[in-house]
Nanobody, 124 residues
Framework: QLQASGGGLVQAGDSLRLSCAAS????????VGWFRQAPGKAREFVAA????????YYKDSVKGRFTISRDNAKNTVYLQMSSLKPEDTAVYYC???????????????????WGQGTQVTVSS
């Protein structure tokens, strides 16, 4: 089971850190991705953390602003978001995948387990 948390209402330029905590399984055995869904839009890939080599992969529009990382001791994956923009407003979901090909992790159909989502709202 995955539990996403850390969302909130912030102003443009602020930072937030989202957490994806796992229970019942070790996130070290999964690649973990973050996706988001804005109102009226399809869910989209944001970032991924490869389970084996710790490589990371980002949507172009968040590169340099978002950082995905994993804390093995806490069995948690984080998404540190900085310089937030109103267009980052969405429900953010974390998901776990057994996929080993980094570029494939942008596809939500590669993920087997999903968290419930956490709302991020960025005001201008």
């Amino acid at each position: 089971q995955l539990q996403a948390s850390g969302g909130g209402l912030v102003q443009a330029g602020d930072s937030l850190r989202l957490s994806c905590a796992a229970s019942g399984r070790s996130l070290r055995t999964y690649s973990v991705g973050w996706f988001r869904q804005a109102p009226g839009k399809a869910r989209e890939f944001v970032a991924a953390f490869h389970r084996s080599n710790s490589n990371t992969y980002y949507k172009d529009s968040v590169k340099g602003r978002f950082t995905i990382s994993r804390d093995n001791a806490k069995n948690t994956v984080y998404l540190q978001m900085s310089s937030l923009k109103p267009e980052d407003t969405a429900v953010y979901y974390c998901a776990a995948s057994a996929q080993l090909i980094l570029s494939s992790l942008r596809s939500e159909n590669q993920y087997h387990y999903w968290g419930q989502g956490t709302q991020v709202t960025v005001s201008s």
